[in-house]
């Protein structure tokens, strides 16, 4: 990169299934101090901020003007992705490379739980001529998808039931995490079917919560932190939205966002240079496919690495340390917020009982969700 970019301080509220004693106000307001604080700076020196904001996600028509009193940036410029955390801070780094600005700041929230009929959200997203008409819940498409993925690379159940496994024992010692458990491979294996192969565990629970960052200038971050991220590459791309012209079989999104996130940060090799992942596992299959699409494995071996123990905190590629969605929750648009909080925390050694040792390099990964074919990328570095 011709003008190196930093996290230099991070907030979040941490994420529960339901947060009836907070409005989304409420939880961006403390997130928003947190990261401040974290940063050593007021709202005032900021020179620009970025809202994640999705109308329907948030239930409010220009939902982004519920944003700038939260985040300190009343009168002040601020810009609105209505799209995914890792997208808004792909706008944020753009802000400070082209020299307007210092200091950035990006804010994503969930409040899911406000939300009644979540799938009323996903049904509306389909192509309105071609695929709404045919009334299928987006949990059919998921199993549909995971079926075709599960033909094209020799993938197995068994296989993502250990994700689902892997993934909410980590959460269990997160303390930021909403959903983690222990379980048995057996009890996942037994969950009541949504839409074969794809059962009730293989969905991620959805949480609230809200994340902020602050991003620097490399003069700014070396004259404020000690410990400052360095945002090496960053992508994001969409395929396509229609259903009939989609490759069910892999992440297209993924890796085109992965090849866009490589490319800047100058990696070569994914599996020899990044020392862990936090990716959207929505769907429990989908964090298989997504390293897959990341070439931080071979297609179709993703699912046996994680049998053999690779992707475990204490394997050789640890992937979703923090629980993942599975573990976590799903956060809307705030999803990629949490991929970058966990990664800024392993690489700073404040991950707690999950830390991995000794980790220089992170990948944080988004998906948008179902029927989307959105994917964003960002490759951070301590």
């Known amino acids: 990169m011709t003008k190196e970019i930093a996290i230099i301080g991070i907030g979040t509220t941490g994420f529960r299934a339901t947060t009836p004693d907070l409005s989304f106000r409420e939880l961006t307001y403390e997130a928003a101090k947190k990261a401040y604080?974290?940063?050593?700076?007021?709202?005032?020196?900021?020179?620009?901020?970025?809202?994640?904001?999705?109308?329907?996600?948030?239930?409010?028509?220009?939902?982004d003007e519920y944003a700038p009193d939260q985040v300190g940036a009343a009168l002040r410029p601020i810009y609105t992705v209505p799209g995914d955390f890792i997208q808004s801070m792909g706008s944020g780094v753009m802000m400070l490379r082209s020299g307007l600005y210092d200091l950035v700041a990006v804010q994503g929230l969930s409040k899911a739980s406000?939300?009644?009929?979540?799938?009323?959200?996903?049904?509306?997203?389909?192509?309105?001529?071609?695929?709404?008409?045919?009334?299928?819940?987006?949990?059919?498409?998921?199993?549909?998808?995971?079926?075709?993925?599960?033909?094209?690379?020799g993938t197995f159940r068994e296989q993502c039931a250990q994700v689902v496994v892997k993934n909410k024992r980590n959460a269990m010692f997160n303390p930021l995490a909403g959903h983690g458990c222990d379980l048995t491979l057996d009890y996942v294996m037994e969950s009541p079917m949504v839409s074969y192969p794809l059962s009730e565990l293989d969905i991620s629970p959805y949480s609230d919560g809200a994340v902020v960052i602050v991003m620097a200038t490399a003069e700014t971050a070396l004259a404020l932190s000690d410990t400052p991220i360095w945002v090496r590459g960053i992508g994001w791309t969409s395929d396509t939205p229609g259903l009939e012209t989609r490759d069910w079989g892999k992440a297209v999104y993924a890796e085109l966002a992965g090849d866009m996130a490589y490319k800047m940060a100058g990696i070569r090799s994914p599996r020899s240079e990044v020392d862990f992942a936090e990716v959207s596992d929505e769907f429990s299959y989908k964090e298989l496919q997504h390293l897959e699409a990341l070439r931080l494995c071979s297609p179709g071996e993703a699912g046996q690495l994680t049998m053999d123990g690779v992707t475990e905190i204490s394997g050789d590629l640890p992937v979703n340390p923090s629980g993942g969605c599975l573990g976590v929750g799903c956060l809307l648009e705030c999803t990629g917020g949490q991929k970058v909080l966990d990664v800024v925390l392993q690489l700073r050694g404040e991950a707690g009982q999950n830390q991995i040792p000794d980790v220089t390099t992170g990948l944080a990964m988004s998906w948008r969700g179902l029927p989307t074919t959105t994917g964003a990328v960002a490759i951070l570095s301590n």
Do not use: Q, W
């Open 114 to 153: 406000n939300m009644i009929t979540k799938t009323y959200l996903t049904d509306f997203a389909l192509d309105p001529i071609y695929n709404r008409p045919l009334k299928e819940h987006s949990d059919y498409i998921a199993g549909m998808e995971m079926n075709r993925y599960f033909y094209e690379t």
């Open 37 to 63: 604080v974290d940063a050593g700076v007021e709202p005032k020196e900021i020179g620009a901020f970025v809202a994640t904001s999705e109308d329907f996600c948030e239930g409010y028509s220009i939902a």
